[in-house]
């Protein structure tokens, strides 16, 4: 708490959670070419503000941040920390160069594009969801509180520290993105959910009406055709088309 | 209320905020709530979040747009459930033709989303020739003109497509018995693609071991559960 209210004392708090708040909606204007170029400026604006007072130095700093740059979305406050950093210690002529900036959001934008998407999209995405499903078997619809408040907690307590680390560390903010703790949280997430979704699996399966053995067969039949279709690395709009012709046919042959 | 909805679902696939209200179990559940008949859409939102286990929007990749999809399909279906009072039978038998709809939906979609992004690369042009010209930008509203483009992506998919969709599970009442008997036992049996497809992802990226164990646990479970 102390550190929030002095390092952060020249930016101020105001500019800070405008910042952070602004960072929910980094890919608002998302493009082919320029990617999240205008999120990017829109989100670090509150605190160019700050930094900067003449026109012509707001106009260089909106050119610097209207360039190509492309992150993942839920990383983005660790960038956006460390470059307000940069861009003081710019402003205050201390071993920053303009050209600096360029480069560190070029690197450090694909470098969190990687790691987050294997954090949130391969990990905490399916984990919420499994958790979510195993809750709504049990207590319905709370399942859908679960899995947002699964997903979301963390999203919003990392951007908020991740915007003040990336702030305190400026560019040494690398050391962040690979940060060990999270790593092992990401491989605990990952194997609870392989854990859980074969047991909620298989006592979805003991549920009326699949306790009748020919629809449990039926189910595993497609289940089986599905998973030689998806090894096959066919889409699951497509698998879904096939499994829905199949399915009908067998409900023919049984019916 | 369902078209507002739908733009929120549009807006927070990518644009933001990405707190996934957009999920199949999220939102196929809040329209569920909305048209009253919160189990049937919650049925809906697991099946279409089971089967888009793999699903990740993320911004740099031209994916379905399977979240408009989910809610477009699972919106058609309860809302031809309520406008053509459906029968229990005739409901499950129309679950699946709103699934095959809805990846029509899905495609529609990508092109819309293709466009968005189209136009997002021209505003971003126009801002950056602006800023050079020394004329400061209202980087605020171009951006929020983007996020408004998503919604009301969201708002045309719902108002064109959900009376489509309803108008299409509304045809399963005109089916002969047998075809709606049919369907209505397809819409069980595709539970064994939609855990397939969910099965498949963590048998893709995680290890196997925890496979074992979660089947150990569940044939446990079995056993004492079933008499």
Known sequence: MAFLFSEIKSIGFPAFLKVYLRSFFAQGSFSGKYRQNLGFAYCIEPAGNRIWEEAEQKKNFYLRHLEYFNANPFMFPLVLGAVIKMEERFRDDDGIREEDIRRFKLAVGQATGSVGDRYFWRALRPFAIVLGLLS?????????????????????????????????????????????????????????????????????????PYRLSWVSAGVCLLFLFSVFLFHKRQPPSRVLVASAGVAVVLGMIVF | ????????????????????????????????????????????????????????????????????????????????????????????????????????????????????????????????????????????????????????????????????????????????????????????????????????????????KYFIIGSMGGIIWLFFSVK
Not at chain 1, 159 to 171: I, V
Not at chain 1, 185 to 201: C, D, N, R, W
Not at chain 2, 98 to 124: A, E, H, Q, T
């Open chain 2, 1 to 208: 209320m369902l078209l507002f909805l739908a733009g929120i679902v549009s807006m927070d696939t990518t644009s933001g905020p990405q707190a996934l209200i957009s999920e199949p179990l999220v939102s196929c559940s809040l329209v569920g709530m909305l048209l009253g008949m919160p189990g049937e859409g919650l049925l809906m939102g697991l099946l279409f979040q089971m089967l888009w286990f793999d699903y990740m929007p993320l911004g740099a990749v031209r994916l379905t747009d399977n979240n408009m999809a989910s809610f477009i399909s699972t919106a058609s279906l309860l809302m031809a459930a309520k406008m053509y009072g459906f029968e229990d039978s005739i409901l499950r038998a129309a679950i699946l033709p709103s699934m095959i709809f809805g990846i029509g939906v899905g495609l529609s979609g990508l092109y819309l989303n293709d466009f968005i992004r189209k136009r997002n690369g021209r505003r971003s042009e126009e801002i950056i020739a602006s800023v050079e010209q020394g004329s400061l930008p209202a980087i605020m509203v171009k951006h929020w003109a983007g996020i408004g483009s998503s919604f009301l992506k969201g708002v045309l998919m719902a108002l064109v497509f959900v009376p489509v969709g309803a108008y299409i599970c509304g045809l399963v009442r005109f089916f002969p018995y047998k075809t709606i008997s049919a369907l209505g036992i397809g819409s069980y049996l595709i539970w064994g693609t939609v855990i397939a497809s969910a099965l498949h992802f963590y048998w893709q990226y995680s290890r196997k």
């Open chain 1, 136 to 208: 709504a078997y049990f207590w319905g619809l709370w399942g859908v509180t679960v899995f947002l408040a699964v997903f979301n907690i963390p999203i919003m307590y990392l951007k908020w520290r991740w915007l003040l680390t990336g702030y305190r560390l400026g560019p040494r903010v690398v050391i962040e993105i690979k940060n060990k703790g999270l790593e092992s949280t990401v491989s605990i997430m990952e194997a609870l959910g392989s854990i859980v979704l074969p047991f909620l699996t298989l006592i979805f399966l003991a549920h009326p």
